[in-house]
């Protein structure tokens, strides 16, 4: 069955420390790429998206993410965090070229620390 | 721009009562999702509508879930009678396509979140 995996549940990290957040999943043709979060008390915002081009996605607030197609892997990276980034996030994956549905990932929680 | 407006955001009922809850997407979108989200899980599509009609709802218990989208706008999700199992945020997204499309992104409400006794 076509799945996302997010390998960490919960991240602790302390502020200027970098974030690394992954995400892989299991289908090997088309795939469009999105990692949402979700901050304490609001709703899931998109941070960033993948289509189509240069693998290297900049997002929002600091944030990029990497698109390897040879391992499946579409990891999320701050290279320092601030106490601001604490919340949830999500790895979604949207597979095949005709495809509507979103898969996510179960979420990792992210807490940094003052 | 406004975003996807839902309501009720808190909702608690016993088992076996019935609930509704109601979904307005952000204007000109056609596309509109309705997801469950079990606590400790990523959000799973119950069902999606192109303008009013159905496009997938493989995944919704239709022996107690139903939903409609008249007219093409709003939304509204039905749950009757509600298990123990159905608490959950039940979050609603929509978009200008719906996938398949180009670049298609979802945005998504703030949810209502349920809680069956």
């Known amino acids: 069955a076509q799945s996302v995996s997010q390998h960490n549940h919960h991240v602790i990290l302390s502020e200027a420390a970098s974030l690394e957040l992954g995400c892989n999943y299991s289908y090997g043709g088309t795939v469009n790429l999105f990692w949402y979060v979700q901050y304490p008390g609001q709703h899931l915002q998109l941070l960033l998206k993948?289509?189509?081009?240069?693998?290297l996605v900049k997002g929002i607030k600091g944030f990029e993410a990497e698109f390897i197609k040879s391992k499946f892997s579409f990891n999320l990276r701050k290279p320092s965090v601030q106490w601001s980034d604490t919340a949830e996030y999500f790895c979604?994956?949207?597979?095949?070229?005709?495809?509507?549905?979103?898969?996510f990932g179960k979420g990792t929680k992210l807490s940094v620390i003052p | 721009e406004a975003g996807v407006a839902q309501s009720p955001r808190y909702k608690i009922i016993e088992k076996r009562q019935s609930v509704a809850f109601w979904c307005n997407p952000i204007s000109g979108h056609a596309t509109l999702y309705w997801y469950q989200q079990i606590l400790g899980q990523g959000p799973k599509l119950l069902i999606q509508f192109q303008n009013n009609g159905v496009v997938d709802d493989s995944q919704l218990p239709k022996d107690r879930f139903s939903a409609e989208r008249l007219k093409g706008v709003d939304s509204t999700l039905k749950i009757q009678p509600a298990k123990l199992e159905d608490s959950a945020v039940y979050l609603c997204?929509?978009?200008?396509?719906?996938?398949?499309?180009?670049?298609?992104?979802?945005?998504f409400g703030p949810g209502t979140r349920l809680t069956v006794l």
């Open positions: 979604a994956v949207r597979m095949g070229a005709g495809s509507y549905q979103l898969t």
């Open positions: 997204a929509s978009s200008t396509r719906g996938g398949g499309q180009g670049e298609d992104t979802q945005y």
């Open positions: 993948y289509f189509s081009g240069d693998p």
